[in-house]
């Protein structure tokens, strides 16, 4: 059952991000976007966890529930919005206590993650502009696993006790400062547009 719901919350993110690839690539790769976006998300995400109830458990996740997230996760095509914020906070606005929305967030990341990752290496391929080789990749990939499998384990018991309040504060202090950094001109305005 489990896997069935992890295939159905991934279909939004596949379809919508082949077909929206370039439309977002082109049109939303912009700093004041991106800043304006990790406010937003980060209050969104501050209230789903505040006001939101916790009667609900990994169990009792639905098929509509499970592509409700799919369609929250697809909004990660946006720069600045988490892919596992945005899952998080619908998940809390549903009910779901803090423990059940990071496992199933975690879940539904594989397969996005991973087809992510691949395509992003057959594209480095068969553009040859790759600046590292097989081998160093290799390492990078590895590392990049054990660094992200202690932080989850690491979250998942954090969150047992504690709130998403460090990430709200996070997000919304990162977007603040992106917004005054562009605003003084330390970020150039001509660099405000993210290399995609």
């Known amino acids: 059952r489990m896997g069935w719901l992890i295939i159905i919350g991934t279909i939004p993110i596949a379809v919508l991000g082949f077909l929206l690839q370039s439309l977002i690539r082109d049109n939303f790769r912009s700093l004041w976007i991106t800043a304006v976006v990790l406010i937003v998300f980060g209050i969104l995400l501050g209230l789903a966890d505040h006001y939101g109830k ?85 390492i990078a990939t590895v590392i990049a696993f054990v660094a992200g499998y202690l932080v989850i384990a690491f979250l998942m018991q954090y969150l047992k006790k504690g709130s998403f309040l460090p990430f709200v504060i996070y997000r919304v202090v990162l977007g603040i400062v992106v917004i005054v950094l562009l605003l003084t ?9 993210v290399a995609g």
Not at 68 to 97: D, E, W
Not at 185 to 193: K, R, T
């Open 185 to 193: 001109g330390v970020v150039p305005a001509e660099s405000a547009i």
């Open 54 to 138: 916790r009667r609900r458990d990994l169990d009792d996740l639905t098929y509509p529930h499970g592509l409700a997230y799919g369609f929250a996760q697809a909004l990660a095509l946006v720069p600045g919005v988490s892919r596992s914020g945005a899952t998080t906070t619908l998940g809390r606005a549903l009910g779901y206590n803090r423990t059940a929305v990071a496992e199933y967030a975690f879940l539904l990341a594989v397969p996005a993650v991973f087809a992510s990752g691949f395509y992003e290496l057959y594209k480095s391929f068969d553009e040859g502009t790759g600046p590292y080789t097989l081998g160093e990749t290799g």
